[in-house]
């Protein structure tokens, strides 16, 4: 009888540390989804409340809203831990007669509250710098003909 009731204190023992366990991984884990989604949204209104030189008046989204359909951010580290939001939209293109998805990739600079631009796709074919300039004139020209 000693050894069956031995067992059961066993048992109850492991349940309750089991128990604890769960608790300090539900706790840890809830911590890290909390940092995660503050620090997402603070790197993608960054970005949204970007201004350029072509007009500081107007912030990136609402130039971006105007240009392309179905505008989304999406915040991600990459490898070497650089922090990075990517705005995602279709747009189309009457010289290539079809609806193209373009993104446009930010480097976030957490120590200055800085964005660089990183990287420019439209239907999967990288950008350089300054295809992304007419890209971005041309959205902030959109914007101001459409407000008027």
Known sequence: MKIKGGLLKGKKRIIKLG???LLIVTIGSSIFVYKYTKTKEECVNL????TSEINPNINFDKAYSKYLTDLDYTYYKDSQGNEIVSAVGNRYF????KVCKIEIQYLVDRKTNELHFYKGFIDGAK????QMLILKIKAYDTYDSETI
């Open 19 to 21: 128990s604890i366990i």
């Open 94 to 97: 009457p010289d290539k007669d």
């Open 127 to 130: 950008m350089n710098e300054a």
């Open 47 to 50: 970005v949204k409340k970007q």
